[in-house]
């Protein structure tokens, strides 16, 4: 229940090409769902958050889709660059709690 | 920008050895936690505080882990006796919280090495 499921593990995607990277959850009491950007040897940086009002958010090349009724959410990487190239972290919480990550993804974004 | 920093960047320790790992959460803002990454793997949460005191704590935080703030400004984890497995990367990480917004911003980690 209190899990989030991540895929894939590992992206290569040409430059310029969208990158796309999936989750799923089951705890229909979280309604907070950020994304991590995270480089080797770094802490988790936020990218972008969606809250289960929407469907949809865009914040630059970055925008994140959810279905609420399928309870899946989704990171979208517009023109991807090779500067995206890092792991990405979807999570989830309830407000105020805890973040429960994915397993996380590893983008390649070949010149 | 304000960030979240924590001290040291590196601790290595020998099993057994009390270890304390240091944070400055972002000075508005009111919930704390601390998380840990395993070399590969995904980010674990550990424990909340808010109101100088704990609101959550995970099974990995058991009696040899402990929190505290000790002024205005500083977080810190105690791990008393610490074991070969609680080698990982720790973060620190803090929220406004309620009506500031949930967001928790991270900060750069300790790496814990335990020989």
């Known amino acids: 229940q209190q899990q989030v499921k991540q895929s894939p593990q590992s992206l290569i995607v040409q430059k310029g090409g969208i990158s796309i990277i999936n989750c799923a959850y089951e705890?229909?009491?979280?309604?907070?769902f950020p994304w991590y950007q995270q480089f080797p040897g770094k802490g988790p940086a936020l990218l972008i958050a969606?809250?289960?009002?929407?469907s949809e958010k865009k914040e630059g090349r970055f925008t994140i889709s959810f279905n609420k009724s399928a309870k899946q959410f989704s990171l979208h990487i517009m023109d991807s660059q090779p500067g995206d190239s890092a792991t990405y972290f979807c999570a989830a919480s309830i407000p105020g709690g805890k973040l429960i990550f994915g397993q996380g993804t590893e983008l390649s974004v070949k010149p | 920008e304000p960030e979240v920093t924590q001290t040291p960047s590196h601790q290595v320790t020998q099993m057994g050895q009390e270890v304390i790992l240091r944070c400055v959460p972002i000075s508005n803002h009111l919930y704390f936690y601390w998380y840990r990454q395993i070399l590969g793997q995904k980010v674990e949460f550990l424990v909340s505080?808010?109101?100088?005191?704990?609101?959550?704590k995970s099974e990995i935080f058991d009696d040899q882990f402990s929190v505290e703030r000790p002024d205005g400004s500083n977080f810190t984890l105690k791990i008393r006796s610490t074991k070969l497995e609680d080698s990982a990367m720790y973060f620190c990480?803090?929220?406004?919280?309620?009506?500031?917004?949930?967001?928790?911003?991270f900060g750069p980690g300790t790496r814990l090495t335990v020989t």
């Open positions: 990480a803090s929220s406004k919280g309620l009506a500031g917004g949930y967001e928790q911003y």
């Open positions: 505080f808010y109101n100088n005191e704990i609101s959550e």
């Open positions: 705890n229909t009491a979280f309604d907070y």
């Open positions: 969606i809250r289960p009002d929407v």
